[in-house]
């Protein structure tokens, strides 16, 4: 079977009279492997690595919502460096994490719940 995996982001902003292009992008791809999770991690405030389970090997694409009402989830690609967040009640997409890359994750002043969905690729 072919387009296993299946991707639609949009991102659309508007103020002042100017707006963003309201385009939404989709896309598809074979699924090379036969593992994929759905799975809930706690994140406390002491950073740690993403769990995608056991059997989830790289490259695989990955879901992250951080499913706190209160606080941001901070992540990165390398021990204690972090490139962004992910704002309470909102989520992240990494449509390809490479073999041997590792994403950190620490919380906000306190421990966070998230929803994790990774396929391989």
Same mark, same amino acid.
């Given at each position: 079977?072919?387009?296993?995996?299946?991707?639609?982001?949009?991102?659309?902003?508007?103020?002042?009279?100017?707006?963003?292009?309201?385009?939404?992008?989709?896309?598809?791809?074979?699924?090379?492997?036969?593992?994929? !999770?759905?799975?809930?991690?706690?994140? &406390? +405030?002491?950073?740690?690595?993403?769990?995608? %389970?056991?059997?989830?090997?790289? @490259? =695989?694409?990955?879901?992250?919502?951080?499913?706190?009402?209160?606080?941001? !989830?901070?992540?990165?690609?390398?021990? &204690? +460096?972090?490139?962004?967040?992910?704002?309470? %009640?909102?989520?992240?997409?990494? @449509? =390809?994490?490479?073999?041997?890359?590792?994403?950190?994750?620490?919380?906000?002043?306190?421990?966070?719940?998230?929803?994790? +969905?990774?396929?391989?690729?």
């Amino acid at each position: 079977m072919a387009n296993e995996i299946q991707v639609t982001t949009k991102l659309y902003s508007s103020k002042g009279g100017a707006s963003t292009a309201n385009a939404t992008h989709n896309w598809t791809a074979n699924m090379s492997g036969s593992d994929l !999770i759905t799975l809930t991690q706690v994140i &406390g +405030t002491t950073e740690e690595s993403l769990s995608v %389970g056991p059997d989830v090997g790289a @490259p =695989y694409a990955v879901e992250v919502v951080n499913l706190d009402s209160t606080n941001y !989830i901070e992540f990165g690609f390398s021990t &204690g +460096t972090y490139v962004g967040r992910i704002p309470a %009640g909102q989520s992240m997409l990494i @449509p =390809y994490v490479a073999s041997g890359v590792t994403v950190y994750l620490k919380a906000n002043t306190a421990a966070c719940n998230i929803l994790t +969905t990774a396929t391989e690729l």
